[in-house]
């Protein structure tokens, strides 16, 4: 079965900007993937960032951005915040009805 | 709004059947595919399955041996049942819709423990 790839954590300063990528242990990610990007923070339900490779959901700041980027999905927030400190978790539709989440990359703010 | 919330007994034990319930309201059940995904404390977020108003379902193919879902259209209502549970199938269970090129809807997730 194919692996969804996150970076285990990840670390940027206030005010920084940090890119989180997703990636495939065989193959390259395109949108024909439909990647979406999902924050959450300890003890809440996760959170849409990104849909559809680069679509911000209704109320996201326009700091969180998507994109492909080589042959991974990438998730870039630029100005980092200190309560952009969450877990991040890509999804991505592997065909045949089956979606597949990455293993979640902890992002610390610091 | 779509909004989604579980429902289902919070203790099983082991080698019984997990049951929960997603009921789906502001939409129709009709509509969309409705998934379940799971979340083990501490750890990553896991899809389950999905099921489509026809009664067409997509599983994991890691817990497809265990799982059915159903739906009952009369009460916009969507369900899991998970068999020979352990306590690796500890976790909280979400209910969501996940769409390829539009929004996803995620319930608020119940915690289903698995102990004697």
């Known amino acids: 079965q194919t692996v969804v790839t996150q970076e285990p954590s990840f670390s940027v300063s206030p005010g920084g900007t940090v890119t989180l990528t997703c990636g495939l242990s065989?193959?390259?990610?395109?949108?024909?993937?439909?990647p979406s990007w999902y924050q959450q923070t300890p003890g809440q339900a996760p959170r849409t960032l990104i849909y559809?490779?680069?679509t911000r959901s209704s109320g996201v700041p326009d700091r969180f951005s998507g994109s492909i980027l080589g042959n991974k999905a990438a998730l870039t927030i630029t100005g980092a915040q200190a309560d952009d400190e969450s877990d991040y978790y890509c999804?991505?539709?592997?065909?045949?009805?089956?979606?597949?989440f990455g293993g979640g990359t902890k992002l610390t703010v610091l | 709004q779509v909004q989604l919330q579980e429902s289902g007994p919070g203790l099983v034990k082991p080698s019984e059947t997990l049951s929960l319930t997603c009921t789906v309201s502001?939409?129709?059940?009709?509509?969309?595919?409705w998934s379940w995904i799971r979340q083990p404390p501490g750890k990553g977020l896991e899809w389950i399955g999905q099921?489509?108003?026809?009664?067409?379902?997509n599983y994991n193919p890691s817990l497809k041996s265990r799982v059915t879902m159903s739906l009952d259209m009369s009460k916009n209502q969507f369900s899991l049942k998970l068999n020979s549970v352990t306590a690796a199938d500890t976790a909280v269970y979400y209910c969501?819709?996940?769409?390829?090129?539009?929004?996803?809807?995620w319930g608020q997730g119940t915690l289903v423990t698995v102990s004697s």
């Open positions: 099921i489509y108003y026809t009664g067409n379902t």
């Open positions: 502001g939409g129709s059940i009709s509509s969309y595919y």
């Open positions: 999804v991505l539709y592997m065909g045949s009805g089956i979606w597949v």
């Open positions: 969501a819709t996940l769409r390829l090129i539009e929004d996803a809807y």
């Open positions: 065989s193959g390259s990610v395109s949108p024909s993937y439909y």
């Open positions: 559809n490779t680069n």
